[in-house]
């Protein structure tokens, strides 16, 4: 890894949720197009406020992980995967 390596820039929200959903998609094969617009809805705005302090306490990602796997039809693996996405662009979640 070099010394002076670029910085990633932030994804945009429009991006980040792309992703979001399409982790989504893939990790609910199957289901409507419905039930992935509300469940990338949910995770989104869970993150969203779990993150509006800019800090995301062990505490929070456990609420965030539990939450999301109540959800039917989610698997542990699959809230992995979706809590993963988020946490990897945690940057936009409260900007404008």
């Known amino acids: 890894m070099p010394i002076f390596s670029k910085k990633q820039e932030p994804l945009s929200p429009k991006d980040a949720a792309s992703l979001l959903r399409h982790a989504v998609v893939t990790e609910m094969a199957g289901a409507d197009e419905e039930t992935v ?3 990338t809805a949910v995770a989104g705005l869970l993150a969203t406020v779990a993150y ?5 306490a062990p505490e929070e990602v456990e609420h965030v992980r539990t939450s999301i ?3 039917h039809g989610m698997t542990p693996q699959s809230t992995n995967v979706i809590c993963g996405v988020r946490r990897e662009n ?3 979640c409260s900007s404008g």
Do not use: P
């Not at 509006?52 to 995301?56: E, G, H, K, Q, T």
């Open 52 to 56: 509006a302090d800019r800090v995301f």
């Open 90 to 92: 945690w940057s936009f």
């Open 69 to 71: 796997g109540r959800i």
């Open 37 to 39: 617009r509300i469940v």
